[in-house]
């Protein structure tokens, strides 16, 4: 059986909701996930899970109904960070579901001005989208560089310059104080006094991972649904799996606490966790991946392999920055964790194995990897 928030079956792709479908190069249709026909399961959808008895082997649901259980996989990911006293206004969007991506693709036909508040992923995202469009686009990070949790500061910059030489206009280390309008936006105030006019306004701030309907359930929670390197939820006595942007677990490949927010980790860590669940996590073995993303901004292809942190050695290894086609290596107590491949696909499958291999850092290129493309 599946329970589902959401009311869609087929399920849907996220990642081309701020890009192809927002531009209307896509139909919201075409993000539709292909499910085998074969597939015999129940479904519940439109329908909340509230609370978790793991003594009972049941799930509460928002319409009082109880759902049994022998296993259980929570995958309930993640929901939008919102700003203070915009409920209600309109023109002011977040971006996780396609019920988001209608509205706010509505609202961009007649918008001149918008204001994309956060310069992480989605934030970059949409405002390279409404460049495609042709709308004029002001980027508010409350941090230093766009991106600068994920790639540190020197990639950061790089994605800086990216969005200014495509007609972003960057607002950066400045937070929000407040949106202003008479039922409607008509103004971001930031905490600097610059007050930006904006026909529309698009939040990216991050997102909480969907736990609270586990309170007192007894699973361990922080920050996410805590898992040992199985992807079995902490408490549970090997009864429930937690994967996707809601699950926290220790890769041991990193010796890291992660909990990714990302398209891929969310598949490899569904069938890990499936695996443990079934078979056990003795039979699963630990999940040990190493995590990647891609993003695509103006044109140009980010992807990402490994782990970022503050105080990382940067390298750039290969190719040339200012022709935006090179390969940034990480480097932590010598070995390498990390490769930012830009413009450069070929690119991440050495780089990949550079990282699961614990290579020295910077990475040789004298190991036989495949051909430039």
């Known amino acids: 059986m599946i329970v589902g928030a959401e009311r869609h079956w087929p399920p849907y792709d996220r990642p081309p909701l701020s890009k192809q479908v927002l531009t209307g190069a896509w139909d919201a249709e075409r993000a539709r996930l292909r499910v085998e026909d074969s597939l015999d399961v129940e479904l519940l959808l439109g329908c909340r899970a509230v609370a978790l008895d793991l003594a009972a082997g049941a799930v509460a649901l928002a319409d009082g109904t109880t759902v049994a259980f022998d296993g259980l996989v929570i995958a309930t990911g993640a929901a939008p960070r919102t700003l203070r006293a915009t409920e209600g206004m309109a023109g002011v969007h977040v971006l996780r579901t396609v019920e988001d991506c209608i509205a706010l693709s509505a609202d ?134 937690a994967a996707g942007d809601v699950a926290r677990w220790t890769n041991p490949l990193f010796d890291q606490s992660m909990r990714v927010e990302h398209w891929t980790n969310a598949g490899e860590q569904g069938a890990h966790a499936a695996r443990a669940l079934i078979h056990g996590a003795a039979v699963a073995g630990e999940f040990a991946p190493v995590p990647y993303f891609w993003s695509d901004q103006h044109g140009t292809k980010l992807q990402f392999l490994g782990t970022c942190r503050p105080g990382d050695e940067v390298a750039v290894v290969e190719g040339s920055v200012e022709e935006a086609k090179f390969v940034a290596a990480y480097g932590r107590d010598g070995v390498t964790v990390g490769a930012l491949c830009v413009g450069w696909p070929a690119r991440t499958v050495p780089h990949r194995a550079a990282i699961e291999r614990r290579a020295a850092f910077p990475p040789s290129l004298d190991d036989p990897l495949p051909a430039r493309s």
Request: net charge negative; charged share 20%; glycine share 16%.
């Open 108 to 241: 961009l036909r007649s918008a001149r001005r918008v204001v994309v508040v956060g310069a992480g992923f989605i934030g970059c995202e949409v405002a390279a989208s409404c460049r495609t469009l042709g709308i004029d686009v002001a980027l508010v990070e409350a941090l230093e560089r766009p991106l600068v949790r994920v790639l540190g500061a020197e990639m950061g910059a790089f994605a800086a310059n990216l969005h200014r030489t495509n007609g972003v206009e960057l607002h950066l280390g400045v937070g929000v104080e407040g949106i202003s309008g008479d039922g409607s936006v008509e103004q971001v105030i930031l905490s600097d006094g610059t007050q930006l006019a904006a026909d529309v306004v698009v939040v990216g701030i991050g997102v909480a991972p969907s736990t609270g309907w586990l309170d007192g359930s007894g699973l361990l929670i922080d920050d996410g649904v805590v898992c040992d390197a199985s992807c079995v939820a902490v408490g549970s006595e090997g009864r429930v799996v």
